[in-house]
């Protein structure tokens, strides 16, 4: 794994496992960020505004929003964003009494870009393999 993607792999875990530290239960932290990133790539098929979903998970975690109308009309999947709302308000509840909110809410966000930037690579070697048998085929 190149030096750049390992670091920020352990930083995530390492940031996962601080939260967990304070008693939000781990399992929930990787189920949460597993539809956080996952959320993000559906956001980069539909050509969704991945701020906007990026802010709106934000504040789902520190207000317990859930109204998933707004990311809807930008084209996500109501299934998607109807169990991260509440994955997100549940976490959320979790973090309020222990203060962790904060940075529940900053992992929710990176894991979103993470999830856009793991499409784009994606789609960007799918379109590279293409190509490639474009010109072997000419």
């Known amino acids: ?3 750049v993607l390992e670091a920020q792999s352990n930083d995530i875990m390492g940031r996962i496992e601080q939260i967990a530290a304070c008693g939000i239960p ?3 932290l990787i189920l949460l960020s597993s539809g956080l990133f996952e959320a993000g790539k559906a956001a980069q098929r539909a050509g969704a505004p991945i701020g906007k979903l990026a802010d709106w998970c934000h504040e789902c975690v520190l207000a317990g929003t859930t109204s998933v109308e707004q990311m809807i009309s930008f084209g996500m999947p109501s299934e998607t ?8 308000a549940d ?3 979790h973090a309020k009494p222990r203060g962790v909110e904060e940075k529940l809410a900053e992992l929710a966000f990176d894991f979103v870009l993470a999830g ?8 960007a070697v799918s379109l590279s393999e ?3 048998l474009q010109r072997t085929a000419a």
């Open 1 to 3: 794994m190149p030096d």
């Open 26 to 28: 781990r399992e929930l």
């Open 81 to 88: 964003m109807a169990e991260l709302a509440n994955a997100l």
């Open 91 to 93: 976490i959320g509840r």
């Open 116 to 123: 856009r930037r793991a499409e784009q690579v994606a789609s």
């Open 130 to 132: 293409k190509w490639k």
